[in-house]
């Protein structure tokens, strides 16, 4: 794994210099989701700095059992509102907001604990009807409604795009929400700095960083493969 991770921290450097971009402006999320904590424990010694988790509960007992390590917790699946209370404890970035409702439910659960919670917008930017995410021509109001809320601070926006096995066939996609974000940014909304674009998984995360990627999401190319 400590290969692995190196490996994967070594393609994202070398993609980022090829297409003229920092490889410092790129976080790896290193995609945790099912793995069990003495393999997390493991990724984190390895110089994993920040874990991305899929399902509270299960980041819950990860997150007990791994406290003495000074590393970050992202939430990136489906958040239900019932849940927010426990997120806005465990997690410094949730990439997976895409209602009012749970703006709204995360943004009273973090004034409870004198939080900002940072957050991401997901956008369904395929507009699949399966898909979680906001669609596109709501995500300007979203955003807008969110930004009025005082302990939510939005950093950008996520998506997870069609599964294709060819990345280039995933590159409209982000380069999709990349447009989007430059177009919400030129409309200026109160508060709402949108830094932060969150794609790119084990198959396209390259593709991602030449189209924007800040923060890519991978899980398979660290752990290998999923139960
Ligand atoms: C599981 C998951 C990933 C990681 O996928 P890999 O293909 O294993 O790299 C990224 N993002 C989200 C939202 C996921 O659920």
Not at 41 to 70: C, H
Not at 160 to 180: D, H, Q, S
Request: hydrophobic share 40%; glycine share 6%; proline share 3%.
């Amino acid at each position: 794994m400590i290969k692995r991770l190196q490996n994967v921290k070594n393609l994202i450097q070398t993609a980022a210099r090829a297409c003229g971009r920092d490889p410092e402006t790129i976080r790896l999320v290193a995609v945790s989701k099912t793995v069990p904590t003495n393999r997390v424990r493991q990724a984190i010694r390895a110089g994993a700095t920040i874990l991305g988790e899929n399902y509270v509960q299960e980041a819950r007992t990860k997150f007990n059992d791994l406290a003495t390590y000074p590393v970050s917790w992202h939430f990136i699946g489906h958040l239900q509102s019932n849940k927010a209370k426990y997120a806005v404890r465990l997690f410094d970035l949730i990439h997976s907001v895409d209602t009012l409702k749970l703006a709204r439910e995360l943004d009273k659960q973090s004034r409870k604990i004198n939080k900002i919670q940072e957050v991401l917008i997901q956008v369904n930017i395929s507009e699949e009807a399966s898909k979680s995410g906001v669609n596109v021509k709501d995500t300007h109001n979203l955003l807008k409604d969110i930004s009025h809320l005082e302990n939510l601070s939005v950093k950008g926006l996520m998506t997870m795009p069609p599964y294709f096995n060819a990345p280039e066939k995933v590159r409209p996609y982000f380069a999709a929400l990349r447009g989007l974000r430059d177009r919400l940014e030129q409309q200026g909304l109160l508060n709402v700095s949108l830094t932060e674009l969150s794609m790119g998984m084990t198959g396209d995360f390259e593709v991602a960083i030449q189209e924007g990627a800040t923060l890519v999401r991978i899980g398979t190319a660290i752990f290998g493969k999923r139960e």
